[in-house]
């Protein structure tokens, strides 16, 4: 298992050529998707944004539908997005049982082999036979996805226990229709998503995002997280989460060594009693006296970092810039645990990771 | 000098401001660049406390705020406490989140004003 910072710079490697990648491992419901649908709203055109969004939903609803609560234990549903050029991958596993898988297997087996035309005529046919499954599907959900997705669904199963399978599914997108012909015959293979579940499972992962930082791609992620905190024996827990993540984040953007686009990762993994929350990203400048900063917080005692925090902020509202210059100060005093920094020079310039892990109360 | 009314936002509060000397904050504040949130609040209060300057109460009712609203909020007091003719702030907290009660508590710590404290 990969612990710490080292985590940063191994999805640095998994996620190089993704413009764009989340994934979300837990246990959903309903609310998420409104909330993920917002993430697809980078810049694609209008008519790919309407299909993205469509698929998000439908793709997300089919593990809600298909889903078996019975066999769902712990974190074993996924969600992901991968925009890698020319496609916006959408992948999605969860749980299924035989009969399930059966149902399923059918389904697509014949949806795969069908054109869009024939596709439009399938979903009629069902429609009107009706034959509604027990949960409330008749395919029709996979229909319309096969309908705007351009490209046959993939599909794995994998067995984990006798009545017990994975169900991993990917619907591949095509965001830049120009792209050369090679290019959009060849979709990432599912079974590279299969070892990102691995990977997120192996390491106890269950969150990760790399793309731009700005206010609005972040958004829909704090919602989700602040949606996760409504439990209320979970929110002081989900509070804590939210508030580290809102700082780590607002770091990102704050320091990034590229005005506009302002890339990084984020990614929250499972600790022993909590969890641990890291960012990494190129930074302007090279981080000069960061490290002896984070050295002499972390030496602090509660009351001491109370008293810098106070003074820091007094004094910050006297400049005119935005920066409270507070924020690594409070998620250390918060939480009390040691923040983990490392700066990396290469080629592009300074690569900055942060990480701190939050106790659970 | 009229009243002024700052809608909320999925990042920001909302903020009422009363020629009367009431000002109310509420919601949540998150956004990275508070400072371009609040200027409104902040000019507006500068004209108050040159044209008007009566007794101000400030009532916040905040779910949560990110360390650069912190920033502005402690601005917004700041101006309060040097500038008018007395005041103070009513701090609402959810019942469930002690963080917030300390949050204001620490806030009070920096400043003259009085502060009074409910639980929702």
Redesign the interface.
């Known amino acids: 298992m990969v612990k710490g910072l080292n985590l940063i710079g191994l999805l640095r490697k998994c996620f190089f050529e993704d413009k764009i990648c989340m994934f979300y491992r837990g246990n959903f419901d309903d609310t998420f998707t409104d909330k993920l649908i917002s993430l697809a709203d980078y810049d694609v055109e209008k008519k790919a944004k309407k299909r993205i969004s469509f698929l998000m939903s439908e793709s997300f609803q089919n593990i809600i539908r298909h889903g078996n609560d019975e066999l769902s234990t712990q974190n074993n549903n996924l969600f992901g997005i991968r925009a890698v050029a020319p496609f916006l991958d959408i992948f999605s596993s969860n749980l299924v049982n035989n009969k399930d898988k059966a149902f399923l297997e059918e389904k697509l087996d014949v949806i795969n082999k069908l054109d869009k035309d024939q596709l439009k005529a399938y979903y009629n046919k069902v429609l009107e036979e009706g034959s509604l499954s027990k949960k409330g599907g008749a395919g029709l959900g996979l229909i319309e996805m096969a309908k705007k997705s351009q490209k046959p669904i993939q599909v794995e199963f994998r067995k984990l226990e006798n009545d017990v399978f994975a169900f991993n599914m990917q619907i591949d997108l095509i965001v830049d229709e120009h792209a050369s012909a090679e290019l959009l015959s060849n979709p990432m293979s599912i079974e590279e998503n299969t070892s990102m579940y691995d990977l997120m499972v192996d390491n106890n992962m269950i969150f990760l995002y790399k793309g731009d930082f700005t206010d609005e791609t972040i958004s829909p992620m704090l919602n989700i997280l602040e949606g996760n905190t409504g439990d209320k024996s979970k929110s002081k827990n989900g509070y804590k989460i939210y508030h580290a993540a809102v700082e780590l984040m607002q770091n990102v953007i704050r320091h990034s060594s590229n005005a506009e686009t302002k890339e990084g990762i984020f990614a929250i993994n499972e600790a022993k009693n909590g969890c641990y929350l890291c960012t990494g990203n190129y930074i302007a400048g090279q981080g000069k006296g960061l490290e002896e900063h984070v050295k002499k917080i972390n030496s602090m005692n509660k009351e001491e970092l109370d008293a810098l925090y106070r003074q820091q902020l007094k004094a910050s509202v006297k400049l005119p810039n935005n920066n409270a210059g507070v924020g690594l100060i409070d998620l250390r005093r918060s939480f009390m645990t040691p923040l983990e920094v490392k700066l990396v020079e290469d080629k592009i310039g300074t690569y900055l990771t942060i990480g701190i892990e939050i106790p659970f109360s | 000098m009229d009243n002024k009314i700052i809608k909320a936002t999925?990042?920001g509060p909302e903020i009422i401001l009363e020629t009367t000397g009431n000002i109310k904050i509420s919601g949540k504040s998150?956004?990275?660049?508070?400072?371009?949130y609040y200027k409104e609040m902040h000019d507006w209060l500068g004209n108050y406390l040159q044209d008007v300057n009566t007794s101000i109460t400030v009532v916040m009712e905040l779910s949560?705020f990110?360390?650069?609203s912190?920033?502005q909020l402690?601005?917004l007091l700041?101006s309060i406490d040097e500038g008018s003719s007395g005041g103070k702030v009513i701090w609402i907290y959810p019942a469930?989140?002690d963080?917030l009660l300390e949050r204001g508590q620490?806030l009070k710590?920096?400043l003259d004003l009085p502060f009074e404290y409910q639980s929702k």
Do not use: V
């Not at chain 2, 998150?30 to 371009?36: F, K, Y």
């Open positions: 999925e990042l998150r956004m990275e660049d508070a400072s371009l949560y990110n360390s650069s912190a920033k402690l601005k700041m469930d989140n963080t620490e710590i920096m």
